[in-house]
């Protein structure tokens, strides 16, 4: 089992940005695929972004490409999504998630566990 702790929202204006961590306990860590999936007030959670075990293959919703990038450090067990350019509708409560085995995903159905979220609102 993995319990995760997301950090880093905050308040940013439009065009600025935002690095998010997400930090799992556990020494397993590097066996999970890790997700970033983000909810609007009303909205429904979408997908953000994902990463492999390895880091090696990445994914991005196509609101998000070209400007959020995720990474991860197994070694301090921990991932990133480092997000630039920031719009008013980037605005919402940043989940990350782990999966053991469904590998990266941009279903949120493929993760196990989730985080408490951190809130991040982009002045326009």
């Known amino acids: 089992q993995v319990q995760l702790v997301e950090s880093g929202g905050g308040l940013v204006q439009a065009g600025g940005s935002l690095g998010l961590s997400c930090a799992a306990s556990g020494r397993t860590f590097s066996r999970y695929a890790m997700g970033w999936f983000r909810q609007a007030p009303g909205k429904e959670r979408e997908f953000v972004a994902a990463i492999s075990w390895s880091g090696g293959t990445t994914y991005y919703a196509n609101s998000v490409k070209g400007r959020f990038t995720v990474s991860r450090d197994n070694d301090r067990n921990t991932v990133y999504l480092q997000m630039n350019s920031l719009k008013a509708e980037d605005s919402a409560n940043y989940f990350c998630?782990?999966?053991?085995?469904?590998?990266?995903?941009?279903?949120?159905?493929?993760?196990?566990?989730w985080g408490q979220g951190t809130q991040v609102t982009v002045s326009s």
């Open positions: 998630a782990a999966n053991e085995y469904a590998g990266p995903s941009r279903s949120e159905h493929a993760y196990d566990y």
